[in-house]
């Protein structure tokens, strides 16, 4: 036998192996456990029975989500295929009372219902994917693009350096992880531009969601003072890359040493109160924070984990590395799901649009914790894309399936292994050169009287 194969061979006798000696309670009924099927009763609003009540609209704007084909008549052609197949009545192809479906489905359920998966996630958890038995969150914002109608652009307007009419609504997404299960514990959404949208603002509004005991993961927009004050206050840790500002100002040579540029070192707080914070919170601020700053892996991270012995310089590397996930996972919510560029286009709409794209994750998330503890496995060790890919070609053949046909399913997730490359680095550059049509530099309706009067300009030889 080829040692590929054989290597295959070995590993899925481990899996079955392991999964026969499974206990069949807790995290691997999680997909169809009475709590989370009991959190969507609950969270039901009132409704008569229509052709899509809320969880069938649920539904299909999931299956939406996790296909490639995102369009509302590719949603409504399926379901009607399929009550053709069970014998029910027909029903009509036209899109209008899904859309209104949709539109009736609330919000608060659908993000209730993706922070519900993630917590559970979680809870159930096994210690050793902790790092030393303690959670570790990773922080981080992205920046998502909504058609271009008028209620769009006035809640969430394009960026002031594009002119009107060339852009494009823009509303930053920053979400809370779970580094070991890769679930999207919390999200909250803001504009780009204006008040209350930059990354800051948008992590304080889900500090509830970190609990004592957490370690929390970010890059330098997050290394400030008076949220490493907080997470102090909350007797959460946090390991963050230097603020930029303060960078310059590093000096290991003052403060406690703990080694080569390794230094406990007391910051004050400043002056000058922030306006988003009142003067009462102000004033409960610690006149002066005692952290860890020290150099490693090419920068220079700030802390709030100050004891060297239990925590080394080799320990804070290895563990900001890991922040690198978050990374990975905002590419699976944007590119390989296609949270990337929305297509509703009102903003509540807009906003439900993303919160089913987070529960489709945490979803597809589920499966790939449940099919770690088989394949005696990391989560992260498992592809998203592979998952996610199977899940679809599964639902296709399966509305329903007992307790061993799902068991098959994990078996097949377990199988494919992400490989572990430490160090890679790959330059920012498209490689295949797209077409050479120019910029639109006007707005549309003008580019159009333009093209109507002196038609297609000549293409460049």
Known sequence: MHPRLRATHHQQQRVRHHAQGL???????????????????????????????????????????????????????????????????????????????????????????????????????????????????????????????????????????????????LCRLVGIVCLSSAAVLDAAIGPYNGKGGDEQTLLRSMLSTLHAGDVLIGDAFYATYFLLSELQRRHIDGVFEQYGARKRSTDFNKGVSLGSKDHLVELTKPVRKPRWMSQEQYDQVPATLTVRELYCGGKIMVTTLLNARQTSKADIKQLYRSRWHVELDIRNLKSTLGLEVLSCKTPDMAIKEIWVYLLAYNLIRLLMAQSALLGDCLPRQLSFKHTLQLWGAWRQYHDECDEEQLTSLLLLIAEQRVADRPGRIEPRVVKRRPKTHPLLTQPRPQARRKVAKYGHPKKAK
């Open 23 to 169: 206990d069949s309670h807790g995290f691997f009924n999680l997909l169809t456990s009475p709590e989370l099927l009991d959190s969507v009763e609950s969270l039901l609003p009132e409704h008569r029975e229509r052709l899509f009540p809320p969880t069938e609209t649920l539904s299909l704007f999931l299956a939406q989500a996790m296909s490639a084909d995102r369009s509302c008549q590719k949603a409504v052609n399926e379901a009607a295929i399929k009550r053709l197949a069970c014998g029910l009545p027909n029903c009509s192809t036209q899109t209008g009372a899904y859309c209104r479906a949709r539109q009736r489905l609330p919000v608060s359920m659908v993000s209730a219902l993706s922070r519900q998966a993630g917590r559970m996630m979680t809870e159930q958890a096994p210690r050793a994917w902790q790092w030393r038995g303690r959670p570790v969150r990773l922080v981080d914002g992205t920046m998502i693009s909504m058609p271009d109608t008028p209620a769009n652009q006035k809640c969430y307007p394009q960026p002031n350096s594009q002119k009107p009419g060339l852009g494009f609504p």
